[in-house]
């Protein structure tokens, strides 16, 4: 080698040791996709709402410490939809999961974050938690706070979102809710209030956390269990093949309840009932029951769930007539009663669904 060439190769080692992963020949930064769908993050004091790529600008302006995260990664945005999650029909829902299996089937992709308002957040993450088909990290987050006010929680759930996406020990834990600094199941989080911290998961906890110094420092995401039911690669439901979801309907359990109500459901079109019952057991009123049996006769699938939800168990019991929610909260329980429906009419096969996810 001559020394002109020598000495190109010694100021290319150079370069390389003192950039670390910056020049061209280097591995790419992670592309991370955005599927957005409105809801409070992308929601501002006059009531209009901005596209992600805006959210994310004013992140990048107003907080500089939160620069260096968001230069580690490439993000590319699908503004799937702008609306608030308690308009979102079911349409809107398949819709979503299209763009995230598409953005999750994409091999340059390392993981998705899905924007979203808080009302339906643990719905549609269990809706993609059970359609997606992925090991990467799908990862739902929201705000309870307006984008730009004081005190949003948007921003900080958001760069969270990017570590979990990052963090090895995510992959293969299906969809996860981060909120608040926590890391949730899409299978047992729920809202239960309006404020910043408001999303739990019952007995069953939430499944890590992300340090406080997160947004400055390095691996901040720390994981203390995983999901053990079927999910996401595992899941054997089929996105392609749903064009409609089958319409399933809840019935709440209570002393004056009047017992046709399910029937009427049914003449208008459910496919399934779902029980919001009495707890422990998951039992509709006296009154209701004969009813519920009838359907039963009829082919229409009973799931009992209970006012408890995830703090609660379900025993199936070989002599009854219904079937057992586990300890599915009665909004979650209703949507895999719907995805077992596209596959089944069977009730012994919709009771192992719900004995598996």
Avoid: C
Avoid at 94 to 117: C, E, F, M, W, Y
């Amino acid at each position: 080698m001559d020394a002109r060439t020598s000495k190109l190769v010694n100021l290319f080692v150079a370069l390389w040791v003192t950039s670390g992963s910056s020049l061209i020949f280097a591995q790419e930064k992670p592309l991370i996709k955005v599927v957005a769908t409105g809801g409070t993050i992308a929601h501002i004091a006059d009531d209009s709402r901005l596209g992600f790529e805006q959210v994310m600008a004013d992140i990048r302006q107003r907080f500089p410490e939160t620069r260096p995260m968001l230069d580690k990664v490439k993000i590319e945005v699908d503004n799937t939809l702008s609306v608030g999650s308690g308009s979102l029909t079911s349409n809107d829902v398949l819709q979503i999961a299209r763009n995230v299996k598409k953005a999750a089937d994409d091999p340059s992709v390392k993981g998705v974050i899905v924007t979203h308002g808080t009302v339906t957040s643990e719905e549609t993450a269990y809706y993609l938690h059970l359609l997606i088909r992925t090991t990467k990290p799908i990862v739902l987050t929201n705000s309870q706070r307006l984008h730009g006010i004081v005190g949003n929680d948007g921003d900080r759930n958001f760069i969270d979102s990017i570590q979990v996406v990052l963090s090895p020990d995510a992959v293969g834990k299906g969809v996860l809710l981060v909120h608040n600094q926590t890391i949730s199941s899409a299978r047992e989080v729920i809202k239960t209030s309006g404020r910043p911290g408001a999303f739990l998961s019952g007995d069953f906890g939430i499944l890590g956390v992300i340090g406080t110094e997160q947004i400055i420092r390095s691996n901040g995401v720390s994981f203390y269990r995983a999901p053990t039911r079927r999910h996401t690669s595992r899941s054997e439901f089929d996105l392609d093949s749903i064009t409609s979801l089958p319409q399933v309907e809840v019935i709440v359990a209570h002393r004056n309840a009047v017992p046709k109500l399910a029937q009427v459901a049914v003449d208008m079109g459910a496919k399934g009932i779902v029980i919001l019952g009495t707890t422990p057991s998951g039992s509709p009123n006296a009154a209701q029951r004969p009813v519920m049996e009838a359907l039963v006769e009829k082919g229409i699938p009973v799931v009992l769930t209970t006012r408890g939800g995830v703090n609660n168990w379900l025993e199936p019991l070989s002599t009854d007539k219904f079937i057992s929610g586990d300890n599915l909260p009665t909004q979650k329980a209703r949507i895999l009663l719907e995805l077992a429906l596209t596959k089944t009419t069977d009730f012994k096969e919709i009771q192992r669904i719900f004995n598996e996810y």
